[in-house]
């Protein structure tokens, strides 16, 4: 029968790699801004800046989207986030000023 030194010397390498994948993943959320910060393309719908497959990082710089920039966002009842350029955006102005619509 083995020693429980023997059985520990197995199995905390194991545990202290899964420790540190779950503080670098944790790390990158707070880095990045975002409960996802790395994604995979699904689809090929934004080729060429991105095909199937790509991974991407993700972070949250600011919350005004311009033109041309590639915001990601969830839509409710889905678990994947949506990847796409915006074309256009359209600004209403309230008592606080601008703000996307």
């Not at 699904?42 to 919350?63: H, K, V």
Request: net charge positive.
């Amino acid at each position: 029968m083995a020693s429980i030194r023997g059985r520990l010397s197995h199995v905390l390498p194991i545990l202290l790699s899964l420790a540190s994948s779950a503080m670098c993943w944790k790390g990158l959320q707070v880095a990045t801004n975002t409960p996802n910060p790395v994604l995979v393309v699904m689809s090929g719908s934004m080729q060429p800046a991105f095909y199937r497959g790509d991974m991407i990082l993700l972070w949250n710089r600011t919350e005004n989207i311009q033109t041309g920039d590639i915001p990601v966002y969830h839509v409710a009842g889905r678990d994947i986030p949506i990847v796409h350029r915006a074309i256009s955006t359209y600004w209403t102005k309230d008592e606080h000023g601008s703000k996307p619509v």
